[in-house]
């Protein structure tokens, strides 16, 4: 039997906010998008006051009368201290799924192997117990971070388990027990269940199936036959067996996506071309950290659909690489020739966006050889797949940007930041990744 743990960090976003501003700790506090456009996240205290998504002006003065902390997004300071979650919770198992910035999936069967007898779910509640409050109490001691944490035999249970832990006063939640699992799925929404979502859980009520115990009394040919085998094995784990393992690699991804609303309308070409490469060189940057190539970029301006006093633009253009490619310069020289065939004079760009498609694994790009290929062209793909490579070395040891492209060059040497750049006006200093920003402690 496995065991299977998820760590889920408690309003991720906003506990990141807190960390360094201990006078915060009981304060409602939310985090704007990119622009300061919307709420995208919430502490515990703002979640009554505030819905997911709410525009930030039209309830400005509402979160300023209510004494509401209002932060900026701050991505490096995210990502850096969920790093070191991860760091923290692979003390108990080598065996760790990062599955987002905020979840990670535990392997825990190797800390209850035992040569003479398996495990039985009551052999395994009180030392499975006293493990979860172990792992809930050290996180947020050793990072700031607070956590819930739910075990079950399957990564689906495992989830379902940390869903219901997070309204429990030790944030703790095990479904290991056939007996646990039949009580808590009673009542568990379907829409809820890992994989089924709300917009799925619609088609699902259409068959009276409202909840994870109806769904888990079903024949899974039925639910292979009415929808996809992946929802019968969201079944089958609902029933303790295992058919999602433990990913040693993340997936590779389908696409990826960087766009941003600028700070201001844009009309200028030459803003716009800054503004694209330096989306272009951070989804290459992307690529190259999991270990893909791309096989075609995508990229698309559009205007402000709210400024009906102004022309409407939505354009986009495709082009494809002649072979798989995470190399910045190749990518860099596509994504200007589409920037010019998007581009219309007399236009106010609010936003832009570079699309990588067709993801390949990187293995793919180091073998590739076309059919008219020399050995110089080969010799220079190597060359320059190992270019990349040193770039980045030296980006992740100096600071993002140290090494860019000229095409950015106007965009990274700005202090105040160009006119493209999104207004992030609440935003907190970097206090774990930049020297300027490292928080300064005095003692008497």
């Keep these: 039997m496995k065991i299977y743990g998820l760590a889920d960090c408690n309003s991720f976003f906003a506990s990141c906010e807190k960390v360094f501003r201990p006078e915060w700790r009981s304060r409602p506090v939310v985090v704007l998008s990119n622009n300061d456009g919307c709420i995208i996240a ?13 525009p930030y002006f039209r309830v400005r003065e509402f979160l300023a009368r209510n004494g509401v902390i209002v932060r900026s997004s701050n991505f490096s300071l995210y990502g850096d201290l969920s790093h070191r979650v991860m760091l923290t919770l692979a003390q108990w198992t080598a065996d760790v799924e990062i599955y987002s910035i905020d979840e990670a999936f535990l392997d825990l069967t190797g800390r209850f192997a035992q040569p003479a007898k398996e495990w039985s779910a009551d052999d395994l509640r009180t030392p499975l117990a006293r493990l979860g409050e172990e792992i809930v109490a050290t996180v947020p001691r050793w990072t700031g971070i607070p956590i819930s944490f739910g075990v079950g035999p399957t990564k689906t249970l495992a989830k379902a388990a940390n869903h219901l832990a997070k309204s429990r006063p030790d944030r ?23 994989g089924i979502g709300r917009r799925l859980s619609k088609k699902f009520h259409r068959y009276g199936l409202k909840t994870a115990a109806d769904l888990v009394r079903v024949d899974p040919k039925w639910i292979r036959e009415n929808f996809t085998i992946v929802q019968e094995m ?13 990913e040693d690699e993340p997936p590779t991804p ?10 201001e309308l844009i009309s200028s070409r030459e803003e716009i071309h800054r503004a ?44 494809g690489f002649a072979e798989p490619t995470s190399d910045t310069i190749s990518i860099l020289h596509h994504a200007k020739f589409l920037t010019d065939q998007v581009y219309q004079e007399g236009f106010a760009y609010q936003r832009g966006m570079v699309l990588l498609v067709g993801i390949v694994d990187q293995s793919t790009e180091r073998s590739y050889r076309a059919l008219f290929d020399t050995e110089e062209d080969v010799d220079r793909r190597a060359k320059r797949f ?7 070395q030296v980006n992740r040891a100096f600071g993002t ?3 860019h492209s000229a095409a950015e060059s106007a965009a990274r040497g700005n202090e105040d930041g160009p006119s493209w750049r999104p207004s992030s ?6 206090y774990t990744t930049c020297w300027a920003d490292l928080p300064v402690v005095k003692a008497k």
């Design 42 to 54: 919430r502490s515990a205290e703002a979640k009554p006051l505030v819905a997911m998504g709410t």
């Design 401 to 403: 940007g140290k090494i």
């Design 425 to 430: 006006k609440f935003r907190s200093p970097s």
């Design 234 to 246: 969201t079944l089958r784990e609902l029933r303790g067996e295992e058919c999602f393992p433990l």
């Design 254 to 263: 389908q696409s990826i996506r960087v766009s941003r609303s600028f700070g």
């Design 172 to 194: 703790y939640f095990s479904l290991m027990s056939p007996d646990e699992r039949l009580a808590a799925l009673q009542n568990f929404p379907i829409e809820e269940v890992w």
């Design 276 to 319: 694209i490469a330096q989306f272009a060189a951070s989804a290459a940057q992307r690529l190259r950290r999991c270990r893909c190539a791309a096989s075609a970029i995508i990229v698309q301006l559009d205007t402000n659909r709210f400024r009906t006093d102004l022309p409407q633009s939505h354009e986009a253009r495709t082009i």
């Design 386 to 392: 190992e270019l990349m490579r040193a770039v980045d």
